[in-house]
């Protein structure tokens, strides 16, 4: 059974900046891996991703203030978060795509909590 692991979250002033980790368990090769995020009250949207090479995308709400980025060997991902804002609070999920299967993983969510 694949697990992410994500780490990195927690409470950080506005203007601050937070990076975000997700490691993969087993030998699995991902075609994509990313960051979404839940808001209470509100859908879960995506943050980013970024293919196995290395083609990312953002949501504008992000765009110049994150940067997506992959481990080498290719099972982890990170989110460096900068110049953040309140409206950034949220659960930040990790997500994966298997290379073959093309079957979605998720993490459990690790807690981002910005303050005014």
């Known amino acids: 059974q694949v697990q992410l692991t994500e780490s990195g979250g927690g409470l950080v002033q506005a203007g601050g900046s937070l990076r975000l980790s997700c490691v993969a368990s087993g030998n699995g090769l991902w075609s994509a891996m990313g960051w979404y995020r839940q808001a209470p009250g509100k859908e879960r949207e995506l943050v980013a991703t970024?293919?196995?090479?290395?083609?990312?995308n953002y949501a504008d709400s992000v765009k110049d203030r994150f940067t997506i980025s992959r481990g080498r060997a290719g099972n982890a991902v990170y989110l460096q978060m900068n110049s953040l804002k309140p409206e950034d609070s949220a659960v930040y999920y990790c997500?994966?795509?298997?290379?073959?299967?093309?079957?979605?993983?998720w993490g459990e969510g690790t807690l981002v909590t910005v303050s005014s």
């Open positions: 997500y994966a795509r298997g290379y073959r299967s093309e079957r979605e993983y």
């Open positions: 970024i293919t196995m090479r290395a083609s990312a």
